[in-house]
């Protein structure tokens, strides 16, 4: 580039040439330099969360007299633009970096501290205005902002998460009141078990789903708590006394969260447990997740030459050499999704554990981890919700052609005719092929009435009997 065309700017390692266009600096160009490593730029809801902490401090600082009040307005008017995601293309560097967070730190001082400048009539990469150290990170450090916006984007995210776990879990109670009449073979070990409801089934995952929804809600006390203030280990050196009690309160205005400033800063600033234990409850949730796809796909297998009990909406064409074949790929993109959570969370887990005395250096691991477990859940949800879970309906006709023909209804009877008959009975329908309810009623052991009462929806629901 010529020289028209770029800027100098200077830092502790010497000169560079900068786009003259960029509101990104040298800070950010040595970054992207040094870390070509994920081609993927920090999630947006890790950026805007960074946007709004920078604007939180500005305002603390301009309501303190340590920035004039038109740098602190010019400051906040750019992080609004960044938060809005109107200046998100200028966050350049990759979302693995060294240095635990401060190439982005460092790359959004810059954004908002050129955005500023120009505001007030300067020019990029002047910073006689407005600079990136001296007035946009003025009391901060990459160690207490970097958790601190962690926390708000994460925080969200589980808002996000919460509200679309919390409709996958209707649709399902929606398909157990729907199904609540039609009885079936429940199975355990892949094996024919003893008759239920279908509506049964569809409690039971809706339920797991619900303790999914109440662990979710729940997560955001683990992360309420931040550090903002602590500086660079916790201890507040640089930070006036009264800056580090207020600015959560300004933050807090700013969000909209119920945002607390930590009792102990030095703990917040070097110890990750919170996000561990919000990624094991992300997982727990793919569990269930994986869990309730995999039933899906497996009631709906065949649907000729399988179990085919239930008809799972037909999304898109399912071979390009096998005609009419259609698969049940929402279930399985739902599987995959539940798959990379748990993956995630052992990076969650490794970068958690991997702090070092006064601060943990691998935040953006877990950050790059943490968010994308939340933001690819919540996707998923709403996904396996549309295109999925709302359109099953139930072969009534296979179902009930599944418990005629299985032995395994003996087990209804059981309480009338005895554990020794009840094994000669299953032994007979299994050696002849004949309905065991046929051959109960044959043998003179039940009337029809009985066995229609003992294999009835309600006694397939009752707990117990009678």
Same mark, same amino acid.
């Given at each position: ?9 200077? $830092? ?38 960074? @946007? ?20 602190? !307005? @010019? ?7 960044? @938060? ?17 967070? !401060? ?12 955005? @500023? ?26 160690? $207490? ?42 199975? !355990? ?57 207020? *600015? ?11 945002? /607390? ?53 037909? *999304? ?5 050499? +096998? ?23 052992? +990076? ?34 709403? !996904? ?15 179902? /009930? ?8 209804? *003996? ?39 009985? *066995? ?9 629901? /009752?707990?117990?009997?009678?």
């Amino acid at each position: 580039m010529s020289s028209a065309e770029t800027r100098t700017e200077h $830092d502790l390692l010497g000169e560079r040439q900068v786009p003259a266009g960029a509101y990104w600096g040298i800070h950010s160009l040595r970054a992207r330099e040094n870390f070509p490593l994920l081609g993927r730029a920090p999630d947006t809801g890790l950026i805007a969360a960074f @946007a709004q902490v920078k604007k939180a401090c500005a305002r603390t600082n301009a309501e303190l007299g340590f920035l004039a009040p038109e740098v602190a !307005t @010019a400051i906040a008017a750019a992080a609004d633009e960044l @938060a809005a995601g109107g200046l998100i293309d200028q966050i350049v560097v990759d979302a693995l970096q060294g240095g635990a967070g !401060t190439s982005l730190n460092m790359n959004v001082n810059e954004v908002l501290a050129n955005r @500023a400048e120009e505001m007030l009539g300067g020019v990029k990469g002047a910073y006689a205005r407005v600079h990136p150290l001296h007035h946009v990170n003025l009391h901060q450090s990459t160690n $207490d902002t970097y958790p601190t916006a962690l926390k708000v984007a994460a925080i969200r995210g589980l808002h996000r998460l919460e509200k679309a776990v919390a409709a996958l879990q209707s649709a399902f109670q929606a398909k157990e009141r729907q199904f609540a009449g039609l009885v079936k073979m429940g199975r !355990t070990e892949l094996q024919d078990a003893c008759p239920m409801t279908l509506g049964a089934e569809f409690s039971a995952w809706a339920e797991a789903l619900s303790r999914d929804r109440w662990r979710v809600f729940k997560c955001e006390e683990r992360l309420r708590v931040i550090n903002l203030g602590g500086t660079a280990i916790g201890t507040g050196l640089t930070a006036p006394r009264d800056y580090i009690f207020l *600015v959560t309160e300004r933050l807090r205005d700013e969000t909209g969260l119920n945002l /607390a400033r930590a009792e102990n800063l030095v703990d917040a600033t070097q110890n990750a447990d919170a996000f561990a234990e919000v990624s094991g409850i992300l997982k727990a949730h793919a569990v269930n997740l994986f869990k309730i796809s995999s039933d899906l796909r497996l009631l709906s297998s065949g649907p000729r030459a399988g179990l085919g009990e239930l008809i799972l909406p037909a *999304v898109q064409a399912g071979s390009s050499v +096998m005609p009419g074949k259609v698969n049940p790929v929402i279930a399985e993109a739902v599987g995959q999704v539940a798959m990379l959570v748990i993956g995630n969370d052992a +990076m969650v887990t490794a970068a958690a554990l991997s702090g070092q005395l006064e601060l943990n250096a691998f935040l953006p691991l877990l950050a790059h981890a943490l968010l994308e477990s939340l933001g690819v859940l919540a996707a998923a949800a709403e !996904t396996f919700r549309r295109r999925c879970v709302e359109g099953i309906e139930a072969d009534a006709a296979v179902m /009930a052609a599944h418990v005629e023909a299985s032995w395994a209804t *003996v087990t209804a009877l059981l309480p009338r005719i005895g554990y020794e008959r009840a094994t000669q009975l299953a032994a007979k329908a299994r050696a002849t092929g004949r309905p065991v309810a046929a051959l109960a009623v044959e043998e003179g052991l039940l009337d029809q009435a009985t *066995v229609d009462a003992l294999l009835s929806p309600e006694a397939m629901t /009752a707990l117990g009997f009678r």
